[in-house]
Nanobody, 128 residues
């Protein structure tokens, strides 16, 4: 049974930072495509950042240069370091995973249905 559990969400002022964590069980994060997705109120779910099994990382244009995805194979964890948060980053953030090719992993940023396993989400709010 696969379980993905997010933590680290919260409320910060614009320009602030947060680090999200995803604890995985039932999969090994370094052999899967794993990533972070978000859904704002009234909007569709969108990809934020993914890391393929071979190591390449891919980011949505809206977060490039501000967010960094990483993983720890020993702890079986996935992280999202978020700096320079903006009000438009406010959303529920989900950790997700899939056993797919590097190409499909990259495409999952726009085709979120490519991901097979999902966490329950953690809320991130950036407002003054």
């Amino acid at each position: 049974q696969v379980d993905l559990s997010e933590s680290g969400g919260g409320s910060v002022q614009p320009g602030g930072s947060l680090t999200l964590s995803c604890a995985a069980s039932g999969i090994t994060v370094h052999t899967y495509c794993v990533g972070w997705f978000r859904q704002a109120s009234g909007k569709e779910r969108e990809g934020v950042a993914v890391i393929a099994s071979g190591g390449p990382t891919y980011y949505a244009d809206s977060v490039k240069g501000r967010f960094t995805i990483s993983r720890d194979a020993v702890k079986n964890m996935v992280y999202l370091q978020m700096d320079g948060l903006k009000p438009e980053d406010t959303a529920t953030y989900y950790c997700a995973a899939a056993l797919v090719s590097m190409h499909t992993c990259a495409e999952s940023l726009t085709n979120t249905n490519a991901m097979d396993y999902w966490g329950k989400g953690t809320q991130v709010t950036s407002s003054s």
